[in-house]
């Protein structure tokens, strides 16, 4: 069965440094997505990505960070200057077509900014 | 503001029980309601999910009930197993959006 993979599975960066979170979605599905959730917390939707540009962002999104499609293939979250309460899990999800609203997750970077 | 609110935080349930979780919603544009498994370093599963067209789905032994007039929709795990053991997650979406607001989960255990 497809599934949505994400590499790597732990990044641990300093305050300051930047980061790039890789995916790869399932194959002919349409829509991206980046979630994280904070240890404990709930899972917070963060952006998602359609016909090679950004459809919705939250508040969280801010200009630190930004999302590419730079192959047919990967979906990359960058951080650009990563802070302490940067450090949660970071997922992935993907969705086939519009009308579809089954999103499924990736199993996850775990950012720890030290 | 908490877009969907879920109980309790966590549950302990005897094998072969039921296992009952709640979530209440807010917003009436909220159109599709999933719940998500996850287990422990893993990312949330689909397990099932509802539109308010109906007032149950059930799948197996997950079914979901779903109140539109009281905005609340609940999970409930028949004949609980010590593998349901995870954390589960409620969601909605909108029509037209593309992000899922989830509940804060539920820690289920269910003692062999």
């Known amino acids: 069965e497809p599934e949505v993979t994400q590499t790597p599975s732990h990044q641990v960066t300093q305050m300051g440094q930047e980061v790039i979170l890789r995916c790869v979605p399932i194959?002919?599905?349409?829509?991206f997505y980046w979630y994280r959730q904070i240890l404990g917390q709930k899972v917070e939707f963060l952006v998602s990505?359609?016909?090679?540009?950004?459809?919705?962002k939250s508040e969280i999104f801010d200009d630190q960070f930004s999302v590419e499609r730079p192959d047919g293939s990967n979906f990359t979250l960058k951080i650009r200057s990563t802070k302490l309460e940067d450090s949660a899990m970071y997922f992935c999800?993907?969705?086939?077509?519009?009308?579809?609203?089954?999103?499924?997750f990736g199993p996850g970077t775990r950012l720890t900014v030290t | 503001q908490q877009q969907v609110k879920q109980s309790p935080q966590s549950l302990i349930v005897q094998k072969g029980g039921i296992s009952i979780i709640n979530c209440a919603y807010e917003?009436?544009?909220?159109?599709?309601f999933p719940w998500y498994q996850q287990f422990p370093g893993k990312g949330p599963a689909l397990l099932i999910a509802?539109?308010?067209?109906?007032s149950e789905k059930k799948e197996g032994r997950f079914t979901i009930s779903f109140n539109k007039s009281a905005k609340q929709f609940s999970l409930h795990i028949m004949d609980s197993q010590p593998g349901d053991s995870a954390t589960y997650f409620c969601?909605?979406?909108?029509?037209?959006?593309?992000?899922?607001?989830f509940g804060t989960g539920t820690r289920l255990t269910v003692i062999p």
């Open positions: 999800a993907s969705k086939p077509r519009t009308g579809e609203r089954e999103q499924y």
């Open positions: 194959s002919n599905h349409l829509y």
């Open positions: 990505f359609y016909n090679n540009e950004i459809s919705e």
């Open positions: 917003n009436t544009a909220f159109d599709y």
């Open positions: 509802i539109r308010p067209d109906v």
């Open positions: 969601a909605a979406s909108k029509a037209g959006a593309n992000n899922l607001f």
